[in-house]
């Protein structure tokens, strides 16, 4: 059906700019008996129009409720074929209401990718390669152990940052286990660590206060991969470490 537009009505209204250089005036309040929707560019192959003076722009009918990236700053007044009253909805795009949802999807995915890597990233302590520089065993007939003599903590943190390595060129694995002098308590142990790798960081089983404290580290060897097959898997002492929980 096609609409007059109501200049008198319209007189002491806003200007709405439409597609296709058409001007209109429109009160900015949403009425409830609109009879069809305007937009800039109309999404549907109407042949229903608004008619204004040497001007006129498509209308669609009149949606029951806007979607949720739409507003309406107001209605546009207009004459049916009878002269009745009638008004037409001003439909636009909700710009803040885009960005507000892009925003959020950023956000969202962000927290989604963040928990995906905390799920599937390895453990603190889980052993990765280290380049030791001439921190390497040319005897593997002899197990080679890095000297530590004081293992560093902040008060009332179990967190540590202390490389427990296994020298490149060692023909065994390692597994490090710190116990407090004491009380004989278990404070940390380490996975099996292969020749070439380390653990850089761990949490140990309890925190402390300021203070020094003595610690024992001991080593455990195993056979490594590729002696598996040749030697019973039996871990034995292969070393005995004295040193000092520094917290600060």
């Known amino acids: 059906m096609d609409y007059r537009y109501d200049e008198k009505r319209g007189e002491s209204g806003k200007l709405w700019k439409a597609g296709g250089n058409t001007i209109w005036r429109y009160i900015g309040e949403i009425q409830e008996e609109s009879v069809a929707d305007i937009r800039k560019k109309s999404k549907l192959k109407t042949k ?6 040497e001007q ?14 739409e507003k309406s700053p107001g209605c546009i007044p207009g004459l049916d074929q009878e002269d009745k009253e009638i008004w037409i909805r001003i439909v636009e ?7 507000l949802f892009g925003l ?3 956000l969202l995915l962000g927290g989604i990718g ?3 890597f905390q799920m599937f990233r390895p453990s603190q302590d889980t052993p990765i390669k280290i380049h030791a520089g001439e921190m390497v065993n040319p005897n593997p007939a002899n197990i080679r152990l890095p000297g530590i003599d004081k293992i560093y903590a902040d008060s009332g943190d179990v967190h540590v940052e202390q490389l427990l390595l296994n020298v490149e060129g060692n023909a065994y694995n390692l597994q490090y286990t710190i116990t407090l002098d004491q009380t004989g308590e278990e404070l940390y142990q380490s996975k099996v660590i292969p020749p070439g790798y380390g653990v850089k960081e761990f949490d140990m089983s309890q925190s402390f206060q300021k203070g020094e404290y003595p610690i024992s580290i001991t080593v455990n060897s195993s056979a490594a991969e590729d002696q598996e097959k040749s030697t019973d898997r039996v871990a034995y002492n292969a070393g005995k470490l004295k040193a000092t929980l520094v917290v600060e």
């Open 114 to 116: 963040g928990f995906l």
């Open 48 to 53: 229903d129009r608004l008619y204004g003076a």
């Open 56 to 69: 006129e722009h498509p209308i669609e009918p009149c949606k029951c409720r806007l979607g949720m990236f």
């Open 93 to 99: 795009i909700s710009r803040k209401r885009v960005l």
């Open 104 to 106: 959020l999807s950023i």
